[in-house]
């Protein structure tokens, strides 16, 4: 029989296990652990919430000299400071901030004796304008970043008092709360205001409105004396709206031709084509389809109808049975033999269009009917290709204006040639097939890349292209003179537009 000795060591546990109800309960304890988790998950979620309300609900309009703006934050956005004007659906674009949202700017209200004073000649003080856009911005900054650390700090102690409990108590909700609406506040101070100098703006606007927009910085670029100088400020970055304004050319009632490429069967952005084009000269340079089958070609083939007139040479990617089929609904093929007829024969290398002497040279890799439309060659231009194109383009330098060809690579001893021996009468290349717009200049010589207007077409869903084209304006009298190329692009996800005017520098003509 135990004594009462042994009975006391079982029972303190000098010897053996101790009772059951004395174990530590591993499962409650990891029950424990994770509601704290989630507690303090929930504080930090309500903090984040609450700040994202603020930023995004907050706005602000202060009155300058110049008239009334409006400012406020959209999140989700690359970073940019948007100087926007509802007025006329347009803007300027500056990557100057790291935060991923951006900034705006809205323009609501134009005070009419300013602008009354412009129209009539008068100076505009552009140092008061920059000193109020700078305490605008500064003091907007300054009360969006308290009241999101505010708004944000509320709402976590509002949910840290609503889940208090024995297993998590205020002691560390609280301060929780405080300290992640503190490094908000922090991370708003360090990101969200501009950085740097603010300048080559992005103009944009949306769909139809982009000619208004680009009308309107060429309008600004013509005013003498009037906002011609570097606005670096944080706020009235619209840098260089105005450059050397006195030796720009106005480019109203200017003849204007459209110039897209590379399609790739993208349907869906033919309607975009059509509006661009306003019935106006389409010129398409190339990569209508992907393999230029009677299929593609059926789907495709309104486009001829899309410009008045339409314009087409053909691209790696066509074939020489859609340009069959496109010459016999009334478009105009060229080809380095000249332009295709629709009974098959051809006419003059050099077609009188739009007021223009134009050429066009079909691509090397251009599919073939009789070869069941299959890939030909690696579609990269083969030794003596570029040799073989300077050749044709010879005996018509000096005679013709614009010449359409797909690949720019078969560009490269030309260009060389005439780097050498510049041209008196000015030269424009129409390419495609890089996805990418561009514009290019030498003493004599212009090319353009309109980018690609299928956005890289249904069969490049993972390439990360816009839909874009080009706008050309030049004149005719008393010469040809290349004036300007608008690179448009458009967000297929959004359908936002941007725009960017190159000016082409006017070169001597023949007499």
């Not at 003091?139 to 998590?168: E, P």
């Amino acid at each position: 029989m135990a004594s009462v000795a042994e009975r006391h060591e079982q029972h303190t546990g000098n010897g053996g296990p101790p009772p059951r109800h004395l174990r530590p309960d591993l499962k409650s304890r990891l029950i424990t652990s994770v509601r704290r988790a989630l507690s303090i998950l929930l504080v930090v979620a309500a903090t984040c919430g609450g700040a994202y309300l603020a930023l995004v609900a907050y706005n602000q309009s202060s009155t300058l000299s110049v008239g009334e703006i409006r400012m406020s934050v959209s999140p989700g956005h690359r970073g940019a400071l948007d100087v926007y004007v509802p007025l006329v659906d347009w803007g300027a674009r500056f990557e100057a901030i790291r935060a991923p949202l951006r900034l705006r700017v809205d323009l609501q209200t134009i005070n009419r004796g300013v602008a009354t004073g412009l129209a009539q000649g008068q100076s505009l003080d552009i140092d008061r304008v920059r000193i109020e856009a700078q305490e605008a911005l500064r003091s907007f900054i300054i009360r969006l970043i308290l009241l999101t650390v505010g708004a944000g700090a509320a709402l976590g102690l509002l949910t840290a008092f609503a889940i208090r409990s024995r297993v998590l108590r205020l002691r560390w909700t609280a301060p929780t709360s405080v300290l992640t609406a503190v490094g908000i506040g922090v991370a708003m101070v360090a990101l969200i205001p501009p950085r740097g100098e603010i300048s080559d703006p992005q103009y944009y606007a949306h769909g139809p409105d982009i000619p208004r927009a680009l009308e309107a910085v060429e309008a600004a670029q013509r005013t003498p004396g009037v906002l011609d100088q570097e606005l670096d400020a944080q706020l009235v970055g619209l840098a260089r709206l105005v450059i050397d304004p006195g030796r720009r050319q106005s480019l109203a009632g200017q003849p204007t031709i459209t110039v897209a490429s590379d399609l790739h069967n993208n349907a869906v952005a033919l309607d975009v084509l059509e509006r661009a084009s306003d019935d106006g000269p389409l010129f398409f340079v190339g990569d209508l389809t992907d393999r230029g089958s009677p299929l593609e070609t059926a789907l495709v083939r309104r486009v001829a109808h899309a410009g008045d007139p339409f314009v087409f040479v053909s691209g790696n990617h066509d074939s020489d049975y859609l340009s069959r089929e496109l010459a016999e609904e009334g478009a105009i093929v060229l080809t380095r033999r000249g332009r295709l007829k629709a009974d098959g024969s051809y006419g003059p290398v050099i077609n009188r269009i739009a007021g223009l002497q134009v050429a066009g040279y079909d691509d090397p890799f251009e599919r073939l009917s009789s070869q069941s439309f299959r890939d030909r060659f690696d579609n990269i231009p083969q030794p003596g290709m570029p040799e073989t194109f300077a050749n044709w383009l010879r005996p018509l330098v000096g005679k013709v204006d614009v010449v359409m060809v797909h690949e720019p690579q078969l560009l490269s001893t030309a260009l060389q040639v005439l780097k050498d021996d510049p041209p008196e009468r000015p030269l424009v290349f129409l390419v495609g097939h890089t996805h990418e717009t561009d514009v290019a200049t030498q003493p004599g010589v212009s090319v353009i890349n309109g980018g690609s207007i299928g956005a890289g077409g249904t069969g490049n869903l993972t390439e990360s292209t816009a839909l874009s084209l080009a706008r050309f304006t030049f004149t005719l009298k008393p010469s040809f003179q290349p004036l300007a190329a608008d690179l448009v692009s458009i967000d297929p996800g959004t359908g936002n537009s941007s725009a960017r005017r190159e000016i082409l520098e006017p070169v001597g003509s023949t007499p």
